[in-house]
């Protein structure tokens, strides 16, 4: 094969007394290192071989710093025809895939699972007859690619086929959210986490200033751990835990999220149903920016909000 070479080595600080640029103070390691060169075409190369004046020390290495990171953005991006990196789902809290919605028709949704990263294909079968029996806030799906869930109100339909195996049922439609503007009016916390006074009373916050505390609260309440309501919570503190180092516990946490942001829950005390995080519409990622400390873990949230649209924000969820 022939190869046609068209560049040209040229020295930022010149390699000899007299040259352009020359550095009496350099080392002469250093100028003979590949930090004091730079690629260039034969025409670019005469120029700066000849000009100083243009062409300064600064200049000649802001162009290759520049370059090399232009060079590195692009071996890092994926080709366009490369696959998408691998979503799960969740079929109920005891089954997660690689996988995703393989066909929608109408209210019925086919799932394609890949393979199993929590639970089993026996496990699928099983969950499959005993669906009925199962608390209704435990039957449902969620798909990170989507980033939303349904619930569940038929049957599950398991078929394989080859390496892939293919989940069909009847969903609900999209539970209704809270706008932002709408939140109910809570006790507000402080910054250390406790209630706090104002005004002769206790401090309260509601609406879009509701928000950041409705989705701490919820992200950091154990999923049992609540007396009253023994299904309600969140399990990332579970799968921190569980999966600490792993790299499936952004996509876990992603997959909590959404459930709880769109799978109703229905409060047997108040006998109304409503999302946990009843505004946040779809949920396009979940982040962990941080270590743990003080039992909290930094993560970032990126979701949209009903009536408000986009909203990104960073919290410490207390997961230990």
């Known amino acids: 094969m022939a190869v046609s070479n068209m560049g040209t080595a040229a020295h930022i600080c010149a390699a000899a007394p007299g040259g352009r640029r020359y550095d009496p103070t350099m080392m002469p390691e250093a100028r003979a290192g590949v930090g004091n060169g730079i690629w260039l075409c034969a025409n670019h190369g005469r120029l700066v071989d000849t000009d100083d004046v243009t062409y300064t020390v600064g200049e000649l290495h802001e162009f290759k710093l520049h370059h090399e990171r232009r060079r590195q953005l692009a071996l890092s991006a994926q080709p366009a025809t490369a696959p998408e990196s691998p979503h799960l789902l969740a079929i109920g809290p005891g089954i997660v895939c690689v996988g995703d919605v393989d066909q929608v028709q109408g209210l019925r949704w086919r799932l394609r699972i890949d393979h199993f990263v929590i639970g089993a294909f026996a496990d699928l ?81 509601s609406g879009l200033a509701a928000l950041p505390q409705k989705l701490l609260t919820n992200l950091s309440l154990r999923r049992g751990e609540s007396p009253f309501h023994t299904t309600y919570g969140s399990r990332l503190a579970e799968y921190w835990t569980n ?49 743990l400390a003080d039992r909290r873990l930094p993560v970032r949230l990126d979701l949209q909000i009903a009536g408000l649209g986009a909203w990104s924000r960073d919290l410490a969820v207390h997961v230990a």
């Not at 005390?269 to 962990?288: F, I, K, M, W, Y």
Request: aromatic share 6%; proline share 7%.
């Open 125 to 205: 079968i099983s969950l499959a007859g005993a669906l009925p029996s199962i608390p209704a806030y435990d039957r449902y799906v969620v798909v990170n690619s989507l980033g939303e869930g349904r619930s569940l109100t038929g049957a599950l339909t398991v078929e394989r086929r080859g390496a892939q195996v293919l989940v069909t049922s009847d969903v609900a439609p999209a539970f209704p959210r809270t706008r932002a503007a709408e939140l109910p009016t809570d006790l507000a916390l402080s910054a250390k986490h406790d209630l706090f006074v104002e005004g002769g009373d206790f401090a309260t916050v």
């Open 243 to 291: 999966y600490v180092g792993s790299p499936w516990l952004g996509e876990l946490m992603k997959l909590d999220v959404i459930r709880l942001a769109s799978i109703p829950y229905a409060d047997p005390v108040l006998g109304q149903a409503c999302t946990p995080l009843q505004c946040v519409d779809r949920v396009n990622s979940v982040e962990v920016i941080g270590d």
